[in-house]
């Protein structure tokens, strides 16, 4: 995998090209299937699209890679609460929390997962 195509996949998302963006991650995967950072940002770039599914596929990949990224459990709770699967996603924040207890975005009752999570893990 070289940096140049990395850069560039990461261009393309923070650029609001997520399609894009996917696409590029995906063939950076098939070359580096261990590496945790490209499934999280697929999955960021799934969600993005508004496909949920892989989204949380790619998320759940990235957390078996490495478990000790709170960004990826939040990411992956959001993903799974906008699936439905709300009892997945307040352990993805908890673990999110445990793994980083300052971790403000985990904590904000504002954010769209909603209060009943914040009530139910604090």
């Not at 699209?49 to 990411?75: C, K």
Request: charged content about 20%.
């Amino acid at each position: 995998m070289s940096d140049a195509a990395r850069d560039a996949a990461i261009t393309l998302m923070r650029s609001g090209n997520y399609q894009s963006a996917l696409e590029s991650f995906k063939t950076l995967i098939a070359d580096e299937p261990r590496d945790w950072t490209l499934f999280y940002m697929a999955g960021q770039c799934a969600r993005f699209t508004n496909d949920i599914q892989s989204a949380t596929a790619y998320l759940l990949r990235a957390t078996e890679l490495d478990d000790s990224q709170p960004q990826v459990f939040l990411a992956l709770g959001i993903a799974q609460q906008i699936q439905g699967q709300l009892w997945e996603s307040q352990e993805a924040f908890r673990k999110a929390l445990e793994l980083d207890s300052d971790y403000d975005l985990a904590y904000n009752p504002k954010r769209k997962w909603g209060n009943w999570i914040w009530h139910s893990i604090t």
